[in-house]
Nanobody
Framework: QEQPIESGGGLVQTGSSLTLSCAVS????????IGWFRQAPGKEREFLAA????????HWRDSVKGRFSISRDDATGTVSLQMRDLTPEDTAVYYC??????????????????WGQGIQVTVSS
């Protein structure tokens, strides 16, 4: 069973940068796709980004593209979400998701097979 585990969250100030990491335990060689979602208080959960196992093919939510970036450490399989110019609107619980197959509906939460517990990111004004 693959289990995404998020790390790197915390409290930062407006304009700061923060990197979240997602380590997938279990059979990481089978992890084909890793994605990131977030849910702000009182709002629906939203897709942010997804990365295929090749470490190159990415999918993005338009509103964060260019401000967030995603990368994969080939040695460990850890996927990082680099976020910059953070604002209070980025305050949310961030979730890492994974699948061992190609996900067609990569922006859909239920399309993934494994989900992390989530990690809090709070941006103060």
């Amino acid at each position: 069973q693959e289990q995404p585990i998020e790390s790197g969250g915390g409290l930062v100030q407006t304009g700061s940068s923060l990197t979240l990491s997602c380590a997938v335990s279990g059979r990481t060689d089978k992890t084909y796709m890793i994605g990131w979602f977030r849910q702000a208080p009182g709002k629906e959960r939203e897709f942010l980004a997804a990365l295929r196992r090749n470490g190159v093919t990415t999918h993005w939510r338009d509103s964060v593209k260019g401000r967030f970036s995603i990368s994969r450490d080939d040695a460990t399989g850890t996927v990082s979400l680099q976020m910059r110019d953070l604002t209070p609107e980025d305050t949310a619980v961030y979730y890492c998701v994974a699948h061992d197959e190609w996900v067609i509906n990569w922006s859909t939460w239920d399309a993934y097979k494994f989900w992390g517990q989530g990690i809090q990111v709070t941006v103060s004004s």
